[in-house]
């Protein structure tokens, strides 16, 4: 990717600030806030003190709400660009993480806990 944005002649950073574009479309519209999807420091440190299924069953849900986020995101850029290749990629990751998102939950239900 970082490729295309020097066959572009475009900088590799966002001077206005970091994720701006995500703003709304499903996006946080603050360049302060975390990407979407991504676990808070209480998500992770209550991941670090859990063990066994519980453990588990954490992770996998950080991991689902991360997946989303990156659905996300790829659809928002499915929604803005021109670039075919760029297309391909995003829509492959939709597809890649939605897969992954049906497979983890069904490892959530393995585990004897609801879907998320």
């Known amino acids: 990717m970082t490729a295309w944005l020097d066959e572009w002649g475009l900088p590799k950073t966002d001077p206005s600030g970091g994720m701006r574009w995500m703003s709304g479309h499903g996006g946080h519209g603050d360049a302060t806030a975390a990407m979407p999807g991504m676990a808070t420091r209480g998500q992770l440190a209550e991941l670090e003190k859990a063990s066994g299924r519980?453990?588990?069953?954490?992770?996998?849900?950080?991991?689902?709400?991360?997946?989303?986020?990156?659905?996300?995101?790829?659809?928002?850029?499915?929604?803005?660009?021109?670039?075919?290749?760029?297309?391909?990629?995003?829509?492959?990751?939709?597809?890649?993480?939605?897969?992954?998102?049906?497979?983890?939950?069904?490892?959530?239900?393995?585990?004897?806990?609801?879907?998320?």
């Open 54 to 116: 519980s453990a588990e069953v954490r992770f996998l849900r950080l991991m689902i709400a991360h997946h989303r986020g990156g659905v996300g995101m790829a659809e928002a850029v499915l929604a803005r660009t021109g670039h075919d290749r760029v297309r391909r990629l995003a829509g492959t990751m939709v597809k890649g993480q939605r897969s992954e998102i049906t497979q983890m939950n069904a490892m959530l239900r393995d585990r004897g806990a609801p879907g998320a």
